[in-house]
């Protein structure tokens, strides 16, 4: 009973390196979400996708983007990290459709841009 | 846009107290959501407050949704030091043809003994 799975769980960057998270659900969920969570803030929706597919943007999408090859799996990619994107990131994902709409969460990834 | 505000930010609290959490929201939101967040953690789910009016409880913890008043209530009694955690809520929002979760910026609870 994996649930969700976020790679790597740690990572440090150095200023313009580039670098994906995967997340990985096995509940054949449709919705998949990727927040940061930062002090005092939060969590902030950076993208979403509704299905395979398919993605949007969230309220802090600037710096990142993302794809869904797969329903199972939503990537987060950091094409040229910046000391702003220092935080731990979350992947959720839900069924909504005829469901509570639960949002399941992964373990976390947490990184350091230097 | 939807707008979910938390209050309040901090919580200290003596052992055996009781006190409320309040989640307001800025505009329609039919589902509620409250999650825990132990230090390093993710996130765990408490509680899912789908109707005006619903009211779920777990132990000391008693959740509760008022859509008109766009207003959540997480009310814990008699305090314990495990329930030492963030809380955060989350209101469902649909827009453009999809479902988003906003969250509140959490409050930080700590139970003294």
């Known amino acids: 009973n994996a649930g969700v799975t976020q790679t790597p769980k740690f990572r440090v960057l150095k200023t313009g390196q580039s670098m994906t998270l995967l997340c990985a659900q096995d509940?054949?969920?449709?919705?998949m979400y990727w927040y940061r969570q930062d002090p005092g803030m939060g969590l902030r929706l950076i993208h979403y996708s509704v299905g395979e597919g398919t993605t949007a943007k969230g309220e802090v999408p600037d710096g990142y983007n993302v794809s869904r090859l797969k329903k199972q799996n939503f990537l987060l990619g950091l094409e040229s990290a910046a000391p702003s994107q220092t935080s731990v990131y979350f992947c959720a994902s839900s069924r909504l459709a005829g469901n509570t709409g639960e949002l399941f969460f992964g373990e976390g990834s947490r990184l350091t841009v230097l | 846009e939807l707008k979910v505000e938390q209050n309040p930010l901090f919580l200290s609290m003596q052992e055996g107290k009781n006190y409320t959490i309040y989640c307001n929201y800025s505009t329609t939101s039919d589902r509620l959501y409250w999650y825990r967040q132990d230090p390093g953690k993710s996130l765990e789910s408490l509680f899912v407050l789908l109707s005006n009016g619903a009211v779920k409880q777990e132990g000391r913890l008693m959740a509760s949704l008022d859509t008109k008043a766009r207003l959540s209530t997480l009310h814990i009694t008699a305090a314990v030091h495990d329930l030492s955690a963030t809380y955060f809520c989350a209101a469902l929002t649909y827009t453009s043809g999809t479902y988003k979760y906003i969250f509140g910026t959490g409050t930080r609870l700590k139970v003294l003994a």
């Open positions: 509940m054949n969920h449709e919705y």
